[in-house]
């Protein structure tokens, strides 16, 4: 009975404490002016019921304080806006004091000089650096004849195989597409020390910023610092060789004719930054839009049909141009349709460097701002049954010129490398539907958030078209 009574007494001191620090977090946080909302924990805030909830969190979030409201996740204090108009003004006025906020493991990880975590003279650097990269001359003359060789050779003999993960097998080609690009005279056991660590540090991005062994940051971080050995590396052999390389690593290290002259870091960064960026979305769309197009046969058929016309004008050996990815209209709208149904990017996050007022309310300085555009995607009055995949939504009414258009950012921060991304996607799919129809194989389920995955694979069975 005593020891009952002990253990009764601990329980009652820890829901107490419990309770205590909860109400000191929120009081922390009550400064008038700030928009509704809860705050969690001291430290860790809602991070865990943001991550492992989701969409619920913010959907029951919504319901309790409406489309702006006050949380603290992913280490930061946060402003959370869902409302169409106020998050296109959000990311068009970054001079306002708006700018980009990423989490702080994020920036840790990806660099202080990568595209995301810079602004002002800094961003336009960093930024016009990588748009030179992916010019329609470089894609067309030097990126896109890379991912068609790639591509064909990615693809084959998966009819071969008994069964398909094609999640693991579009991750890997992903980062695969995205590092020949950038260094393309590379080992296969380099390549492969890149990827393991590169995996890591993915991982990473997404984490409570604790610096303790055994922890995902404190993983990442090691594997960004292992990734910087390798690039300085791969850069000092480079510069002994006294060799002119024509892969992106070669024009960011080149001296003569360059605009956007780079520090070794700033380069290290650009390359990390080029990896990270198009890796999950290229991954995740290629894979998405696989199920999406099985799933609807109709989809399948028109898609097939716009890219077996382009090989039947075209010699069998002959790479995709850039004309040809133009051409392939209905390839692009299947896209954008898997990239909103999917939600394959929640949101965007930006950063007050100022006290301001937005929305009726006071934010300030060094709030984060998370534009979620998660729940835009599937608003009834932007998108006519916005739960149906309906590839020929994007064909009829040019969505993609809307102002709701958020799929790829918006403002000064809009992805650059939007259409190199849209390319890889179009020649794997170009290449897989030309070559193998597929069936399902364990009707594995997905999950959501905070990154679209099959925990289980998605595996198929691929067979000769």
């Not at 493991?105 to 002002?120: F, Y």
């Not at 995949?389 to 994007?394: A, E, G, I, M």
């Not at 190199?420 to 030309?434: D, K, N």
Request: proline share 5%; aromatic share 10%; net charge neutral.
């Amino acid at each position: 009975m005593g020891i009952m009574m002990v253990i009764l007494g601990l329980l009652l001191i820890i829901v107490c404490i419990c309770s205590a620090l909860l109400q000191w977090n929120q009081m922390r946080y009550s400064k008038k002016g700030l928009p509704p909302g809860t705050m969690g924990w001291p430290v860790f805030g809602e991070t865990t019921e943001f991550l492992k909830q989701g969409p619920d969190f913010m959907k029951n979030q919504r319901l309790r304080y409406g489309s702006f409201f006050k949380s603290h996740i992913l280490g930061c204090p946060t402003i959370v806006s869902m409302d169409a108009e106020l998050n296109r003004y959000i990311l068009m006025n970054e001079s306002k004091g708006l700018v980009a906020g990423y989490p702080q493991s994020m920036l840790d990880i990806l660099g202080t000089c990568n595209i995301a975590a810079v602004h002002g003279p800094g961003h336009r650097l960093m930024r016009g650096s990588l748009l030179s990269l992916i010019s329609p001359a470089m894609m067309n003359d030097h990126l896109l004849p890379k991912i068609d060789d790639f591509m064909r050779s990615y693809l084959c003999g998966w009819d071969e195989l008994e069964t398909v993960d094609i999640q693991e097998k579009t991750k890997h080609m992903a980062f695969l597409s995205s590092l020949l690009q950038i260094a393309e005279t590379l080992t296969k056991p380099e390549v492969e020390e890149y990827r393991t660590e590169f995996f890591k540090l993915v991982v990473g991005t997404l984490s409570v910023p604790i610096d303790l062994p055994g922890t995902n940051y404190r993983c990442g971080i090691q594997a960004r610092n292992n990734i910087d050995r390798l690039l300085t590396k791969l850069m000092q052999e480079r510069r002994e060789s006294g060799e002119t390389f024509t892969d992106m690593l070669g024009y960011l290290m080149k001296e003569e004719d360059n605009r956007y002259l780079l520090s070794d870091k700033e380069i290290r960064d650009q390359v990390v930054t080029i990896l990270y960026s198009g890796y999950e979305t290229v991954s995740t769309t290629s894979m998405m839009a696989l199920k999406y197009l099985h799933d609807h046969p109709k989809a399948l058929e028109e898609l097939r049909k716009e890219h077996l016309a382009i090989r039947d004008r075209k010699r069998p050996d002959e790479p995709l141009n850039l004309d040809d990815i133009k051409s392939m209209k209905f390839t692009r709208a299947v896209i954008f349709e898997t990239s909103r149904l999917a939600t394959v990017v929640n949101g965007v996050l930006r950063k007050t460097t100022h006290d301001l007022e937005l929305n009726g309310y006071s934010i300030p300085k060094g709030w984060r701002i998370y534009v979620y555009t998660r729940e835009i995607n599937y608003d009834i009055s932007l998108y006519e049954d916005p739960m149906i995949f309906n590839p020929w939504r994007w064909m009829e009414k040019n969505l993609e010129s809307k102002s709701f258009f958020l799929l790829f950012g918006g403002g000064a921060r809009h992805c650059p490398g939007k259409e190199l991304g849209i390319s890889e996607v179009s020649s794997f799919i170009h290449y897989f539907v030309t070559k193998y129809k597929w069936e399902e194989k364990g009707g594995e389920k997905l999950m959501v958030f905070p990154r679209v995955s099959a925990p289980k694979g998605y595996h198929l069975r691929v067979l000769p078209y």
